[in-house]
């Protein structure tokens, strides 16, 4: 049994300092994929620390498989770790890199040897077996890493940010390797420490997104948990809205008018939009902040299209696929963003019109809490 149950965790690293880790509620099940991700400093590698061991828990239960850890020493545990930095031994081969751990705790050759072999066809590395590290790239020592931690057949697979180290094309090569090691090895649990959203939402079953700062002190650690797609189809805060999604969530004051039959209508920068949300706790005149992402927004037909108001273009980057549009409304409301496919004839210093349909926009109230949609939305 893999499942990890984390029943109010805490962390203070001082008697008087404020904490790192306050009120962490969690349950991974057995061969989930679980991504820690949020902002520096949210404490996400401080709770995979003590998953493993490395890390003392101030307060609350840390389980794995239902036995409570917290006092187990980390060679107990069920876990294997890996780190930012490859850690290998430079004088041992990939094959030895990959049995020491099992030659320490007292394994015989025959088995380290058909577990390292069974290790190395996972991640493609029989060829490299006999290599010293200084011959093999980055992305090749990484999986030697990897490969370290699968010959233990631990419960539980724990990695601390394994690809930041790694160039871009290496990352999505080793991402894919990853994704494909879930897949094969599906009865153990994996905890994923990142801060590249892309990776929490392309290897993720559940993201759990951190706070950082003053509001873990108020409102606890964790800001939402959930499938990559309710994290960015359903944020419940504009703490979440605007840090998943690539580019970001657009964000614009607004004032809020009325409420019918599960939509909103609110005014933002003089122009009338209705929003697909319950709103009925809401009062006429109450301030709101209307969400829209770069890739939900098109050009309008027209001037009188609904849903729509006026931009002016003051820069654009072309990317090739696609092509991201800086936009201004007003010189008094914030910078945003349209995501347009392609390549545009659309030149910087020109006024468009942007249109974006109810069931395509979030609202949040005063306090930064996302009103319900009343769409059906991807799962």
Same mark, same amino acid.
């Given at each position: ?126 060829? &490299? ?5 200084? @011959?093999?790239? +980055?992305?090749?020592?990484? /999986? %030697? =890493?990897?490969? !370290?931690?699968? #010959? ?99 964000? &614009? ?5 009325? @409420?019918?039959? +599960?939509?909103?209508?609110? /005014? %933002? =920068?003089?122009? !009338?939009?209705? #929003? ?104």
């Amino acid at each position: 049994m893999s499942r990890i149950d984390f029943n109010n965790v805490c962390k203070r690293y001082a008697p008087n300092a404020p904490l790192t880790i306050n009120n962490a509620n969690l349950t991974i099940e057995n061969g989930e994929f679980c991504v820690f991700v949020g902002p520096s400093g949210c404490g996400k590698s401080t709770l995979l620390r003590m998953v493993a061991g490395l890390e003392d828990i101030s307060s609350g239960d840390v389980s794995i498989g239902g036995e409570r850890v917290n006092d187990l020493p980390p060679a107990r545990r069920g876990v294997a770790m890996v780190f930012q930095s490859y850690a290998l031994y430079p004088h041992m081969t990939v094959r030895e890199n990959m049995g020491f751990g099992l030659k320490v705790f007292g394994s015989n050759a025959a088995e380290i040897d058909k577990k390292v072999r069974a290790a190395a066809d996972i991640l493609q590395l029989t060829p &490299l077996l006999d290599r010293l590290p200084k @011959a093999l790239s +980055g992305g090749q020592r990484q /999986r %030697v =890493a990897i490969g !370290r931690a699968i #010959v233990k057949e631990p419960r539980v697979f724990l990695f601390d940010e394994p690809l930041s180290n790694l160039d871009a094309a290496l990352r999505v090569q080793t991402r894919l390797e990853i994704a494909k090691l879930h897949h094969d090895i599906g009865t153990a649990s994996m905890i994923y420490v990142t801060h590249d959203q892309v990776e929490a939402m392309t290897l993720a079953d559940k993201i759990v997104l951190l706070r950082a700062g003053e509001d873990v002190q108020k409102k606890g650690s964790i800001a939402q948990i959930g499938t990559p797609m309710d994290l960015y189809h359903r944020p419940n805060s504009l703490f979440v809205a605007e840090f998943i999604g690539s580019p970001k969530m657009n964000i &614009l004051p607004a004032t809020f008018e009325s @409420a019918s039959h +599960g939509s909103a209508q609110i /005014r %933002v =920068a003089g122009h !009338r939009f209705d #929003v697909a949300v319950n709103a009925d706790q809401l009062k006429a005149g109450q301030a709101a902040t209307m969400g829209l992402r770069p890739e939900h927004m098109r050009l309008a037909d027209s001037d009188h299209s609904p849903n729509s108001l006026p931009a002016r273009v003051v820069h654009i980057e072309k990317l090739g696929e696609a092509s991201l549009l800086y936009l201004e409304i007003t010189p008094d409301t914030p910078t945003i963003t349209l995501k347009l496919e392609g390549t545009t004839g659309i030149r910087t210093g020109e006024n468009i019109r942007l249109q974006v349909d109810a069931a395509d926009l979030h609202l949040f109230d005063d306090q930064g809490e996302a009103l319900t949609r009343t769409v059906s939305l991807p799962v």
